[in-house]
Antibody
Framework: EVQLVESGGGLVQPGGSLRLSCAAS????????MHWVRQATGKGLEWVSG???????YYPGSVKGRFTISRENAKKSLYLQMNSLRVGDTAVYYC???????WGEGTTVTVAS | DIQMTQSPSAMSASVGDRVTITCRAS??????LAWFQQKPGKVPKRLIY???SLQSGVPSRFSGSGSGTEFTLTISSLQPEDFATYYC?????????FGQGTKVEIK
């Protein structure tokens, strides 16, 4: 079964850091681009970062310079290092495969003092 | 960045109605567009990819059309399980951008 499972969410103070992980199973992880998408409570979907099979990375302006996406193909894992976190980064963070055909259940990040 | 303008933002419809949701891109994106359905508390589910290709397992009452800057998602006969929020996503160029969503509610 194709599956993505996120972990690493939690409560962090503004200015703090958090590292999210996404464990993939049931498919050849190294062959797919991967992405992080977030959703604040009651709000829409926001694409947060992407990494292609060559390891090239992409970000929107809202997180560029603060978030770093990476992958470890041998471990079939995707990561999101989030630094300088802001209250506005509070959301459920999903990892998604390629063009969104497979999503994880999400992990909740809360930035609050 | 490419802006995706989705309309309407919300709508009320009855079971059996034909429903059309539109997404407009601020510049041409060819057919690099997907549609997602999200129910409350659930993970988004892809319905349509490449603007008009139906995702495996998705009922045929869902269809997508368009190319360039204007796209539509059509539900030919709305069913009770279709009440949800729908989003478009452009993946022509980074940063990827979603439409703001269309909430389809029961009339």
């Amino acid at each position: 079964e194709v599956q993505l499972v996120e972990s690493g969410g939690g409560l962090v103070q503004p200015g703090g850091s958090l590292r999210l992980s996404c464990a993939a199973s049931g498919f050849t992880f190294s062959s797919f681009d991967m992405h992080w998408v977030r959703q604040a409570t009651g709000k829409g979907l926001e694409w947060v970062s992407g990494i292609d099979t060559a390891g090239d990375t992409y970000y929107p302006g809202s997180v560029k310079g603060r978030f770093t996406i990476s992958r470890e193909n041998a471990k079939k894992s995707l990561y999101l290092q989030m630094n300088s976190l802001r209250v506005g980064d509070t959301a459920v963070y999903y990892c998604a495969r390629a063009y969104g055909d497979v999503w994880g259940e999400g992990t909740t990040v809360t930035v609050a003092s | 960045d490419i802006q995706m303008t989705q309309s309407p933002s919300a709508m009320s419809a009855s079971v059996g109605d034909r429903v059309t949701i539109t997404c407009r891109a601020s510049q041409g994106i060819s057919n690099y567009l997907a549609w997602f359905q999200q129910k409350p508390g659930k993970v988004p589910k892809r319905l349509i990819y490449a603007a008009s290709s139906l995702q495996s397992g998705v009922p045929s009452r869902f269809s997508g059309s368009g190319s360039g800057t204007e796209f539509t998602l059509t539900i030919s006969s709305l069913q009770p399980e279709d009440f949800a929020t729908y989003y478009c996503l452009q993946h022509k160029s980074y940063p990827w951008t979603f439409g703001q969503g269309t909430k389809v509610e029961i009339k």
